[in-house]
């Protein structure tokens, strides 16, 4: 049976009620949510500055009157210049810079933060910014690992005044709610398969690099935070830590949790039966990458298969496009992607022998040319907050953690090189002890796991 998102978040949840999770929120004694109303400025603090925290803040900066930045937090001091330069362009007046992301939060005129850190210090930003009384929007996808989103999902509970919002932005785009409407008309007939994909031809081979000297202004042991500590490398810095399991999941969680999202959504589902995963590094063998450059993990849910596949250094992805998901039904097969969706219909004669449509033929449903999504999810962060009123919230904690739950799984079960099985009453793996070592968070350097 289907798990339905309310039974998937309670049981997923309470993987975490016995466990012993040491750590605090040091920040917690200034606790106190400020209310915004519908004409009030909302101060903005980013944490995590160079690639979407910045996007996120600008698209904010670009196209919402309300929106005011008062604070950026990053490691690397040529980053927080920029950005402080950034933000003058667009506002005029500068603001606060920190290297300690706990001092941006010590600001009692911050109403929100956006969090655009690496993924293994989302948690941390995450649950600290609650607990100082601050309004969340957290980059995907929502942590490192199993554990971290259930400790987050537990924090953003405790803290229900304060609204999150998780950059999976695709849900703020309006043809793939049109798509939606199409796919729950039934017009496709039974669903028995949904395919999901990221192929990333831009992507280069990642050469191997010396370590090195950290760059001059970059504060690297607060980069490295509760990861490992290992020596500076570029390759590990910045966008191309994403290659690194120390810092994130590859393809898998970076555009997984996108598409995946999407086809959980329109099947109605949240967590699989059982998954299994096989790829590896087979475009760039040599190159200094970790995770894998291609991979297909089959998600296995009552009545139908989900396939993820990723590629990097091709564009050809199923049907031409090169990111979508698919749902084929016995009558038709729906595409959607970011540029729009369409509807390829199964055929078969008729009792004269000519060829006849199962369903409408729907080709090329465009976008519209003047969408901004990324917009339009921070407008709707921005209302929820004005309305104080989670159910607003186009991408709110659940929908994070049902994504990157299930996009680590895919993960798991490419790491264990078997297929895993999925117990949705324990919140683990059935009798895999393997597997569930892999859904725990390991915090280093001194630093710890939040708990509440």
């Known amino acids: 049976?289907?798990?339905?998102?309310?039974?998937?978040?309670?049981?997923?949840?309470?993987?975490?009620?016995?466990?012993?999770?040491?750590?605090?929120?040091?920040?917690?004694?200034?606790?106190?949510?400020?209310?915004?109303?519908?004409?009030?400025?909302?101060?903005?603090?980013?944490?995590?500055?160079?690639?979407m925290g910045w996007s996120n803040m600008k698209a904010a900066l670009s196209n919402i009157p309300e929106a005011n930045c008062i604070a950026l937090a990053d490691v690397d001091q040529s980053i927080l210049d920029e950005r402080a330069g950034n933000v003058a362009e667009l506002r005029d007046k500068k603001p606060k810079l920190f290297k300690d992301y706990r001092r941006l939060l010590e600001m009692k005129d911050l109403d929100a933060v956006i969090i655009g850190t690496p993924d293994h210090w989302h948690c941390l930003t995450f649950c600290d910014a609650l607990s100082a009384g601050k309004h969340v929007y957290c980059e995907k996808p929502l942590a490192n690992s199993i554990e971290e989103c259930n400790v987050m999902l537990k924090a953003a509970r405790r803290y229900d005044k304060q609204m999150v919002q998780i950059g999976q932005w695709q849900r703020s785009g309006a043809h793939y709610q049109q798509a939606h409407n199409y796919l729950k008309s039934g017009k496709l007939g039974d669903i028995r398969l949904v395919k999901c994909w990221s192929y990333q031809g831009w992507m280069p081979s990642v050469p191997v690099k010396p370590d090195s000297a950290p760059p001059e202004g970059v504060d690297y042991d607060m980069w490295l935070g509760p990861a490992p500590k290992r020596?500076?490398?570029?390759?590990?810095?910045?966008?191309?830590?994403?290659?690194?399991?120390?810092?994130?999941?590859?393809?898998?969680?970076?555009?997984?949790?996108?598409?995946?999202?999407?086809a959980l959504f329109f099947m109605g589902v949240t967590a699989p039966k059982s998954v299994m995963a096989s790829g590896?590094?087979?475009?760039?063998?040599?190159?200094?990458?970790?995770?894998?450059?291609?991979?297909?993990?089959?998600?296995?849910?009552?009545?139908?298969?989900?396939?993820?596949?990723h590629a990097v250094g091709i564009d050809n992805g199923p049907y031409g496009k090169t990111e979508g998901i698919a749902f084929i039904g016995n009558n038709g097969t729906m595409v959607v992607n970011r540029d729009g969706w369409d509807v390829m219909p199964?055929?078969?004669?008729?009792?004269?022998?000519?060829?006849?449509?199962?369903?409408?033929?729907?080709?090329?449903?465009?976008?519209?040319?003047?969408?901004?999504?990324?917009?339009?999810?921070?407008?709707?962060?921005?209302?929820?907050?004005?309305?104080?009123?989670?159910?607003?919230?186009?991408?709110?904690?659940?929908?994070g953690a049902i994504a990157a739950i299930s996009a680590h799984m895919g993960n798991v079960a490419y790491k264990t090189g078997r297929k895993v099985y999925w117990d949705a009453n324990a919140g683990m793996f059935k009798n895999d002890e393997e597997a569930n070592k892999l859904i725990k968070a390991h915090y280093q350097n001194g630093w710890l796991l939040p708990s509440l």
Request: with cysteine; hydrophobic share 40%.
């Open 231 to 262: 020596p500076f490398n570029p390759n590990r810095f910045h966008f191309t830590f994403r290659w690194f399991w120390d810092y994130a999941g590859g393809l898998m969680t970076d555009w997984g949790v996108h598409e995946i999202d999407i």
């Open 346 to 399: 199964e055929t078969k004669r008729n009792d004269e022998g000519l060829l006849i449509y199962e369903t409408e033929d729907l080709p090329e449903q465009r976008k519209s040319n003047n969408a901004n999504y990324l917009a339009d999810h921070h407008k709707n962060f921005v209302a929820a907050m004005q309305a104080n009123d989670a159910s607003l919230l186009k991408c709110g904690i659940e929908t």
């Open 1 to 51: 049976m289907a798990t339905s998102r309310r039974t998937f978040i309670r049981q997923t949840s309470a993987v975490i009620a016995g466990a012993s999770l040491a750590g605090s929120f040091p920040l917690q004694a200034m606790a106190g949510n400020r209310r915004v109303s519908a004409n009030d400025k909302i101060n903005y603090g980013v944490i995590g500055c160079k690639g």
């Open 280 to 309: 590896g590094k087979l475009a760039y063998p040599d190159d200094a990458c970790e995770t894998p450059d291609t991979l297909q993990a089959v998600f296995e849910f009552d009545g139908f298969n989900m396939l993820w596949e």
